[in-house]
Each structure stands twice: as structure tokens, then as C-alpha cells.
């Protein structure tokens, strides 16, 4: 096992020589019966981050782990952002383990959707996906809400061996793992470090189980696909949702334009007259606008009424990049990374997205 000291907060390795460098703490703080960085001291007392270099290939050497052990993985992805925060190449450092699927957030869900309809769908997206998770389930690490079914699953499906928390930055695993670790009677500076600011956790955090086994939570994989990297705190604030979603609903023609802010928008180019439903942070503004005033508007309301990005990081903030749908029959959603999606009934209606450059869109089957 590791001798070196390990911070409680992230799980670097502790060093006292380097004030730039990762794991820098002061040789004062030393003393201290539980021992945290310098970086996870001013985002617990602060909210403050600083940079630290770790890159992806850290991460990879990290998951690389994952297949050389026999081990239980247990996948959390934010089921608000499911392709966001999916991690594709999972299963290449899963080896023969088995997976468990744990879509968290599920507080977010307006209280009409049937969770059982999004186990399902869960699975048939983690089929396309090639991924056969021994288990799907839907917690709410926030609220507490079956985190402790969660908890109870992951005992039955361990069989004695370790358990690897992993998934996207973001997701929630550290807010799990705490609220467990609360329930069992931890103390609050036994805690791991979270924070709504992507790359909390840096290196694999163990937590020894009463057998003999550990629980790790590795560090989220940062997706450079998400929406959080081109904003800053206060503006990821408003995007990211943080109560139930109340859907919008807007009667469309064609020639029509939604505004999400600054942040995406959608023209209903042609079709038959239809709602589309809107799915974001009730924080952020909709606007409805005629398609043909819609550039006009974006390019002399960037960061007032179409906000965020604020104005003073508009400059900055990469341009909207289109791309046509084409979209089938039946309910589909059009999923704006890490904002949210909006649901139309196609029936051969074509559509026109805009969204930053970087951020990814994609068209599914309905959610609900
Ligand atoms: P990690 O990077 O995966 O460890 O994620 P964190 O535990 O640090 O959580 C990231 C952000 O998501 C924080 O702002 C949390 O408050 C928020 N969060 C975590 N779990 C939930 C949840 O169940 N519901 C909601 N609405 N937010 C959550």
C-alpha cells in the first residue's frame, strides 16, 4: 500500500517542497490529524480553485488500474447530461468487471416522469453504447433520495471485492460517497472535496471497507465537451440546474427561433405547427424570436437580454456553430451538451441548432 501522506480531500500525493505544484501543502498544516492540500483547503473554505497541472494521461494511467484488478466498477453518469457525462471508452479499462449504472440527479426529473421509464431508457442507451451493466438504478446524491438502496446494491454486487467509483467530473460521485460515508457516521473533515467546478477529485481516493476491501473514487475524467469549460463560475450557476426542471412548452411555426440565453438556439426551419418542450435550468432565460431577426438579436444582445455568457466574458465566448436535423417520426429529443434538450414529435420536420464551439448536439429518442 502507499506509504507517502495522501491528501483526504483529492488523494494526491502530499508534498511540501513546490507551492506551484500539485499536492502542495504547508509544512505547518502538517501536524494536523487529517491532512489536506492547499488546493482542497481554499475550495472547501473558499470556493477558490487553483489550476493544477494534471493531464489526461494521468487519468489514463489512473483507469488503467481498473482492468488489471478484479474489482466492482460502479458508472455514474448525471442522467441531466447522459451523453456528456458517459465516458465512451469505459469499457476498455473495465476488463471482464462488472458495472453497475448509476444515473444520478435524478432530483431534476420534473415529479411527472416515472423513474421506471428512465431505468429503461438507461439501459437501451447504455446498449447502444456496448456497455451490459449488471445493474441500472437512479439515485439523487443530493437529496439523499436511494442512496442507501445504492449503497446496499453495490455491497450485494461487490462479493468481497473493491469497489471503483468512476464517471465524468460532475457527476456526483464525491457527493455519494460523502452522504455515505455520513450515514455510516464519518466526520465532516474525513470528507472528500466537491465542488460544482469540473476536476475536484485528482487522484484515486481510497476508503477501506469493513472486510478488508477499499472503495476508490477515481478522478472524474474531465469531458472537453462540456458546456462547463467556456463559463465561469457564477454563469455555470444559472446553466446548471439545480431543482426539478419545470418544462417549458412553446407552440411553434415554422420560421420560429428559441434563445437559451446565450448559450444555444434552436429555428423550426419547416413542418407542421408543433409544441416544442424545453428542458433546461428554469434559471436560464427562453426568448422566442422570428428566425430571420435571430442573428441580429444574438449579435447586439450577446451577454444582456441573451445572458449568460455575462458581459464581460462575451469576447471570449466561442461563436454559435449551426447544423441541420432532419427529424424522424415519433418523439425525439434534441440534446444540448450539459444545457438540457428540447423534445419535438417530428413527423418530418426539419430544424436548425446553434450552439458554442465545442459544445456537442445530438439527436435521441425521446427520454419521456
Ligand atoms: P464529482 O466531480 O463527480 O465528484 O461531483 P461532485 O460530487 O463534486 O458534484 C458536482 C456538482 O453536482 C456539485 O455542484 C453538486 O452539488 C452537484 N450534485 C451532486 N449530486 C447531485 C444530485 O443528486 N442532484 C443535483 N441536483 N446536483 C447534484
Request: proline residues 6%; neutral net charge; charged residues 25%.
Amino acid at each position: 500500500r502507499r506509504e507517502e501522506l495522501i491528501c483526504s480531500g483529492c488523494g494526491v500525493k502530499i508534498q511540501t517542497n513546490n507551492k506551484e505544484g500539485l499536492g502542495y501543502t504547508p509544512p505547518s498544516a502538517l501536524k494536523r490529524d487529517v491532512i489536506i492540500c492547499q488546493r482542497c483547503f481554499r475550495l472547501k473554505h473558499y470556493n477558490d480553485v487553483q489550476d493544477v497541472p494534471l493531464t489526461d494521461d494521468d487519468f489514463l494511467k489512473i483507469l488503467t488500474e481498473l482492468g488489471q484488478k478484479e474489482a466492482l466498477i460502479v458508472k455514474i453518469v448525471d442522467i441531466f447530461d447522459f451523453d456528456g457525462s458517459w465516458l465512451p471508452g469505459l469499457h476498455r479499462f473495465s476488463g471482464k468487471n462488472p458495472v453497475l449504472l448509476i444515473g444520478n440527479k435524478a432530483d431534476l426529473l420534473p415529479k411527472s416522469v416515472k423513474h421506471s421509464k428512465v431505468i429503461q431508457w438507461m439501459k437501451k442507451a447504455a446498449k447502444e453504447y456496448g456497455l451490459k451493466p449488471a445493474n441500472v438504478h437512479l439515485m439523487s446524491a443530493k437529496t439523499g433520495e436511494a442512496i442507501m438502496e445504492v449503497a446496499n446494491l453495490i455491497d450485494q454486487e461487490r462479493q468481497g471485492k473493491d469497489v471503483y467509483i468512476v464517471g465524468c467530473t460532475n457527476t456526483g460521485k464525491s457527493t455519494f460517497i460523502n452522504r455515505v460515508l455520513k450515514e455510516f457516521g464519518a466526520e465532516d473533515e474525513m470528507l472528500i472535496t466537491t465542488s460544482n467546478i469540473p476536476g475536484t477529485t485528482l487522484d484515486m481516493i481510497d476508503i477501506p471497507l469493513d472486510d478488508g476491501s477499499f472503495l476508490y473514487d477515481t478522478p472524474g475524467i474531465i469531458n472537453h465537451h462540456q458546456v462547463a469549460h467556456l463559463l465561469d463560475k457564477n454563469e455555470l450557476k444559472m446553466v446548471s440546474p439545480s431543482k426539478e426542471i419545470k418544462p417549458k412548452v412553446f407552440q411553434l411555426n415554422p420560421g420560429q427561433t428559441l434563445f437559451f440565453g446565450g448559450m444555444g438556439r434552436i429555428d423550426f426551419v419547416s413542418g407542421e405547427p408543433q409544441s416544442f418542450i424545453v428542458y433546461i435550468s428554469n434559471e436560464l432565460m427562453i426568448h422566442r424570436t422570428k428566425t430571420e431577426k435571430a442573428d441580429s438579436l444574438y449579435e447586439n444582445h450577446l451577454g444582456e437580454l441573451l445572458s449568460p455568457p455575462f458581459e464581460k466574458n462575451k469576447e471570449e465566448f466561442p461563436p454559435l456553430v449551426g447544423k441541420d436535423w432532419k427529424v424522424p417520426n415519433g418523439k425525439m429529443d434534441l440534446v444540448f451538451s450539459g444545457l438540457g434538450w428540447v423534445t419535438i414529435s417530428g413527423s418530418g420536420s426539419s430544424v436548425r441548432t446553434h450552439a458554442p464551439k465545442g459544445v456537442a448536439v445530438s439527436m435521441r429518442p425521446a427520454i419521456f
